[in-house]
């Protein structure tokens, strides 16, 4: 390369160079910022906002809605077809808390009596067992039902350990 082509080669590259160099205005003058509703995808961001605020709506009205179907049977009839309405009608008569207590209690203290009695002894254990075990009731089988406790399989494997 002779010094003519240096010297051109060189001019070339600060011309290019000049460019780095020059003082340039800031880069928030350069880019004008929109606002929303401006630009090309405004109309997708108008639809997006429009859904979200839609289903946050119906997401926090629903359980006022819910309670409303389900206390209100005007309502209900009006507005709700029958083949979408799953309600069950309530009960003539229906158990009280109390009387559900009394009946645990009578029977907690009927087994408490057997088993004064003594009907829970090893030996009726055992008899339950081997009526459970000649089941031939093969579902009961295989959920586990025909053991006295599914958990445990065999009384001789947890003596042994």
Known sequence: MSSAEREAALRDANEKMKHYYTNRPPIDQVIKKRKFGEGPQSEAHFLQLFAVSSF???????????????????????????????????????????????????????????????????EKLQDMRRHFEGRDDKFAKEQGWDLLHPGVDDDEDLEDE
Not at 100 to 117: D, F, S, Y
């Open 56 to 122: 946050l709506t119906l997401f926090l009205c629903a359980p006022f809605l819910g309670r409303k179907i389900a206390k209100d049977e005007e309502f209900r009839k009006k507005y709700i077809p029958s083949w979408y309405d799953f309600t069950t009608e309530k009960p003539d008569y229906a158990w009280t808390r109390q009387e559900l207590h009394e009946q645990q209690i009578m029977m907690q203290n009927e087994l408490r009596e057997r088993a004064i009695r003594g009907e829970f002894t090893e």
